[in-house]
């Protein structure tokens, strides 16, 4: 990874750390929770290897990315993160109107709403594991995922500042980390108060083989730097991005698309998931949608855990374009 290019770009207000390589059209590639640029270690190189321009940065909160206010989450709404992305593009790429985009988790949700906001700035989309979620003008998505999972279930465990951050501390930066990127269930992840990681199928983890000791112990640097609060954040501001999109409720995201996901994925098994991506809704709310790719025995990291399937089914899409 010595090869990939290091930047800090003052871009709305905030200081971010971007990951770079390669030259020709920009791939613009945008992580998840609990992860950083490097998430996209893999598909950076592969993609700068074979003609582009791939730029991962650390999203706001994250990493090496700084001048976030953590103790506000009303400032990590998805309009200051497209806000971040525009403004980033505005800086790194001024001379180029469209590039590709590529998200995963939280990564994906900022995308298909960059689409929303910003469709003229999307050449093409690959979405990885977070398919479209339309807004549900009757309920708030907190109310929902309680409505569900209960209260224990990890996004309402997430809302109180300061709680599930005190409770990793006891856990340690490291083994939260771990167990994060190493879960493998696809039912829904609790954290019951009080009792850390002992509700995950396997509580002793044995690293996969997609995933080193380096590896970890460069998240658990970054994460042991910054807390994790600044991406719990995006959870804590789930209601108010409801609030604030009302504008955009039934709206379609127009952007030509194609979605990957793992079938052990957490988020492809939440109730209703599989029958809205298969059976018709996800094509009515994103038209554009031209593929849809269900890994078998994928979970939820699939750009780390699938990195050569991943790689060769971005190259391939955004070829067409």
């Known amino acids: 990874m010595e ?5 800090k770009i003052t871009a709305n207000g905030i200081n971010i750390h971007i990951a770079e390589k390669g030259q020709g059209p920009l791939v613009l590639f945008l992580h998840g929770f609990p992860e950083l640029w490097y998430s996209w270690r893999h598909q950076i190189l592969f993609l700068a290897a074979h003609g582009y ?13 700084t001048g976030a206010p953590l103790d ?7 309009l200051h993160l497209v806000g971040d992305i525009i403004a980033l593009l505005d800086a790194i790429a001024p001379d180029e109107h469209q590039v590709f985009v590529v998200g995963h988790d939280w990564g994906a949700l900022i995308a298909w709403s960059l689409c929303l906001y910003r469709p003229d700035r999307v050449k093409a989309l690959v979405n990885l594991s977070v398919h479209f979620l339309p807004r549900n003008p009757m309920i708030k998505p907190v109310d929902m995922f309680r409505g569900l999972f ?9 809302q109180e500042p300061g709680d599930i951050e005190a409770e990793f501390a006891l856990i340690g930066v490291r083994e939260v980390v771990k167990k994060f990127l190493t879960y493998r269930h696809p039912g829904a992840l609790y954290f019951p108060k009080g009792k ?8 002793s983890v044995i690293l996969p083989s997609w995933l080193s000791e380096e590896d970890v112990d460069y998240y658990a640097s970054k994460f042991e730097m910054t807390g994790f609060t600044g991406g719990i954040n995006y959870y804590r501001a789930f209601d108010l991005n409801w609030e604030l999109t009302a504008p955009w409720t039934g709206a379609q995201v127009k952007v030509p698309t194609k979605f990957i996901v793992g079938d052990l994925d957490l988020v492809y098994n939440i109730p209703g998931a599989k029958e809205y991506i298969n059976n018709g809704g996800f094509k009515k709310d994103v038209p554009m949608l031209d593929e849809v790719i269900v890994m078998e025995g994928a979970a939820h990291f699939i ?19």
Do not use: M, W
């Open 196 to 203: 850390g990681f002992e509700c995950f199928p396997d509580t």
């Open 150 to 158: 209960g209260g224990d279930h990890y996004i309402c465990r997430f």
């Open 303 to 321: 750009n780390q855990e699938k990195p050569d399937e991943i790689n060769q089914h971005i190259l391939q899409y955004i070829k067409n374009f």
């Open 72 to 78: 506000d989450s009303s400032k990590f709404t998805t």
């Open 3 to 7: 090869t990939v290019e290091h930047k």
């Open 53 to 65: 321009r791939a730029v991962a940065p650390d999203l706001r909160g994250y990493g090496d990315t």
